[in-house]
């Protein structure tokens, strides 16, 4: 035995107080195991394992606390609640839910308590894991056992229901614990803005962001980037904008920060980014950006010294899965605007980094202009009523889902099928397109005629019935006039004489084929194209359409390369809707304009770009037809756009 320390009833208790004391201190954490490991002749109380069991718990290291948990084991000691719920607890932060499962059986099988503590760290564990069945089903077994839960286990279930997208149960949960006499803390708030975000219901998390601050719980940085993340991440104008101003009221109370680093042997200046939501990384991008080109004109291109540079770090391991799109999200923005930046992996995440010379001329130039205008006019929505702004967007929301369905009714009813076209018109289709934009043009009818009048030649083309080439003109021309009879004011539409002169062809030829596509269509002459899929989508999105910059802004090139692509052939075997979503997606990749694919119309339309195997068919196809319309130099906004 070491003399120093000499055994003694009262030395397990002083142990213990030293332990307790070491809790302060990360490395004496782990340390203190190993001491009380090697005590010899020592036999430590039951409060003593514990406190080296939480202490290892606080420094992460699991496997430590196992260790003492099995010298205890092997000294005859019986574990308390305090012990299990420590170890399981450990496991849960560490992620091995398997492990703290098998102390909880463990648990079981000694007949130990199960008390609120236990259970909330076994629920935490749960949520860590990303198993909120299981999170639920615990919190029934812990009410039929009499165990009453507190804020902190309603916290874990309610953090549980985030990871899992399931903001009903969330609320379920938020309303019950108050019900219960629980008052909702930050921790609280800031799972249930976390539900709402991940299940797209950025107006509810917005009631609860201001819910919170109302009830006096300060948000944190993770509830501001939660906020601005799900705010931006809709695609909605005034979301965005709202999301601006968040944030900008986040950076007034020391969130968002950008720590500056000058290095004047390397001739750097090295800005550091901290954001782990896309929408919050995007937006701190904007802010340097804009403040960059606001300090020039003062301090000169001196103040960029030779190069610039920002760093975008990964955060926590806990946030990382968030980074890919994040880096995505900045490498888009900045080649959409031609900056004369570049991005490069480090081991912290990656750096931006362009040459002082050609920041300077880039930042003084239109290019970046259009790339931080969110930013920059978020004001003007200030004075704006924000009550009567969400009613209208709720408004705008039901009338575009009552669009879409009949969209989809539409297109299950009225498939075109191209291997059902016989090899005659899908040779000279391209023609065709060319003969119906050639009349829209002549006749002045507005966009939606020419891409409706082809989409009717297509599905009477596809009806199974084989046409002879020599009547596709008139064909065309019955099509043109069908559609602009059902889309146009009849004081728009031109005289018989007009319509004569224009088609080139009698007007008795005419009237003869519109009744054999009325007869082969079986009456129904109805067309919803991919350009009113696409106008829907903008719609949904408050898209101002009188606006020629915002509309730009917002859709990118989908106009222009629509009207190109109205003769692709590839595109016949994707629905008017799908492309019309691969077409705003790519666009607006392409330009920089972030999110690709908003959240509003994911829950519109139900496509999602990263899981669905069709939509990514559609987006490779819309990303071959801008490969060849742009090495071509074709592009053109179309005039009527």
Request: with cysteine.
């Amino acid at each position: 035995m070491d003399s120093s320390f000499p055994s003694h009833p009262e030395h397990g208790a002083g142990i213990q107080m030293a332990l307790k004391v070491h809790c302060h201190c990360t490395w004496c954490l782990v340390a203190s195991s190993h001491v009380l490991l090697t005590l010899q002749g020592i036999e430590p109380e039951i409060r003593t394992y514990n406190t080296v069991i939480i202490a290892c718990n606080m420094s992460g290291q699991a496997q430590e606390a196992l260790k003492v948990y099995e010298r205890m084991l092997r000294a005859g000691a019986d574990p308390t609640a305090t012990t299990y719920t420590a170890l399981i607890s450990a496991y849960g932060k560490n992620g091995q839910l398997d492990r703290a499962l098998q102390i909880f059986e463990d648990m079981l099988r000694r007949g130990c308590e199960r008390n609120v503590i236990t259970y909330s760290s076994l629920i935490s564990a749960c949520e860590k894991a990303g198993r909120w069945e299981l999170a639920l089903d615990l919190f029934s077994e812990m009410h039929r056992e009499g165990c009453k839960p507190n804020v902190v286990t309603y916290n874990s279930l309610i953090a549980a229901c985030a990871q899992g997208a399931q903001w009903e149960k969330a609320v379920e949960l938020f309303e019950q614990m108050q019900a219960k006499g629980c008052k909702p803390d930050s921790v609280t708030y800031g799972g249930l803005i976390l539900a709402f975000e991940k299940g797209d219901q950025w107006r509810r998390a917005l009631a609860a962001f201001d819910q919170m601050k109302n009830n006096n719980c300060r948000p944190d940085s993770v509830v501001y980037n939660t906020v601005v993340g799900a705010l931006w991440n809709t695609g909605v104008v005034w979301a965005q904008a709202k999301a601006v101003q968040v944030f900008q009221t986040a950076c007034r109370q020391g969130h968002f920060r950008l720590t500056v680093h000058t290095s004047s042997e390397s001739g750097t200046v090295d800005f550091g980014m901290h954001a782990f939501t896309v929408g919050a990384a995007v937006i701190s991008l904007m802010r340097w950006l804009s403040e960059l080109r606001e300090r020039l004109p003062k301090d000169g291109p001196a103040m960029l010294r030779q190069q610039v540079c920002m760093t975008v770090n990964k955060g926590k391991p806990s946030r990382e899965h968030a980074y890919p799109d994040i880096k995505a999200a900045i490498t888009s923005l900045l080649q959409g605007c031609h900056s004369p930046f570049r991005l490069y992996d480090v081991a912290c995440g990656c750096r931006i980094e362009g040459p002082a010379g050609g920041v300077a001329d880039w930042l003084r130039g239109p290019e970046l202009e259009r790339a931080v205008a969110p930013y920059c006019k978020a004001d003007l929505l200030r004075g704006l009523n924000r009550d009567v702004l969400l009613k209208e967007d709720a408004s705008v929301e039901g009338r575009c889902s009552e669009a879409f369905a009949a969209v989809k009714r539409f297109e299950e009813s009225h498939k075109v099928a191209a291997q059902s076209m016989c090899a005659e018109y899908v040779a000279g289709r391209k023609e065709c397109v060319r003969l119906a934009m050639s009349h829209a043009a002549a006749f002045g009818f507005k966009d939606e005629v020419l891409h409706d009048a082809v989409l009717l030649v297509d599905r009477t083309m596809s009806s199974g019935t084989a046409l002879p080439p020599t009547v596709l003109p008139l064909l065309v021309a019955a099509c043109i006039l069908i559609s602009a009879r059902q889309g146009e004011q009849a004081e728009l539409l031109p005289c018989d004489a007009e319509i004569e002169r224009v088609l080139g062809v009698s007007l008795r030829g005419v009237e003869g084929m519109d009744k054999s596509v009325r007869q082969l269509l079986a009456g129904d002459t109805s067309a919803i194209s991919t350009l009113r899929c696409l106008k829907l989508y903008l719609e949904r999105m408050g898209t101002d359409f009188q606006n020629a910059s915002e509309l730009q802004r917002i859709a990118g090139d989908s106009f222009a390369l629509l009207y190109q692509g109205l003769a692709d052939p590839a595109l016949l075997e994707y629905k008017p809707s799908l492309t019309a979503a691969a077409m705003l997606a790519s666009c607006r990749c392409a330009a920089g304009i972030v999110p690709f694919w908003p959240a509003t119309l994911e829950t519109l339309t139900g496509y999602r770009e990263q899981h669905a195997a069709q939509f990514g068919s559609a987006m490779a196809a819309v990303g071959n037809l801008m490969t060849l319309v742009y090495t071509s130099a074709e592009m053109h906004p179309h005039h009527s756009y």
